[in-house]
């Protein structure tokens, strides 16, 4: 009988506890309103900003002349996907530092001369890549577009204004 007591006092402390808190709530309605609808309330601020909305990175590809690779800005977009939209090809990096400066382009991949080479001998070739945004978004953006494309290791670091990734 020594169980069977403990058991209905454990039952009896339950079932007082919880006819305290409904008391409680009855006594103060805005609290459950607040603890049900708060979260859905926060929710739908939150979504009301976000639009859901990614820009394509304006991006430079520069393709040295000796490397013998395609010029053609759609050839490297077909290759890049949906987020990168490939505005030039260029065959020096001459002006693209004051570009990502400016704004102009958020993200640019240079080729170094040996990729061709490298390429035909079955090993990997580094490619420089560079992203400049004032844009917080754009700018974890372009970092993950690196990140996505590259083949090995990658690490973001400050160089002077733009960001280098490797």
């Known amino acids: 009988m020594g169980a069977f007591m403990v058991l209905a006092k454990a039952v009896t402390r339950i079932l007082a506890f919880l006819g305290k808190e409904l008391v409680?709530?009855?006594?103060?309605?805005?609290?459950?309103?607040?603890?049900?609808l708060g979260p859905f309330l926060i929710m739908a601020v939150f979504g009301l900003?976000?639009?859901?909305?990614?820009?394509?990175?304006?991006?430079?590809v520069v393709v040295p002349a000796s490397t013998g690779l395609p010029t053609d800005p759609a050839y490297y977009e077909n290759i890049a996907g949906a987020g990168i939209k490939v505005i030039q090809?260029?065959?020096?990096?001459?002006?693209?530092?004051?570009?990502?400066?400016?704004?102009?382009v958020d993200l640019a991949v240079i080729a170094p001369p040996d990729t061709k080479e490298k390429l035909q001998a079955g090993q990997q070739s580094a490619q420089h890549r560079y992203g400049q945004s004032k844009?917080?978004?754009?700018?974890?953006?372009?970092?993950?577009?690196?990140?996505?494309?590259?083949r090995g290791q990658h690490s973001d670091r400050q160089v002077s204004s733009p960001t280098r990734y490797y």
């Open 24 to 36: 409680e709530v009855a006594r103060r309605p805005g609290a459950l309103a607040s603890l049900v």
């Open 135 to 150: 844009d917080q978004n754009t700018a974890v953006q372009s970092h993950f577009a690196c990140a996505r494309q590259g």
């Open 49 to 60: 900003g976000y639009s859901g909305f990614k820009r394509p990175l304006n991006t430079i």
């Open 89 to 104: 090809v260029a065959e020096t990096d001459a002006g693209v530092d004051q570009q990502l400066e400016e704004g102009t």
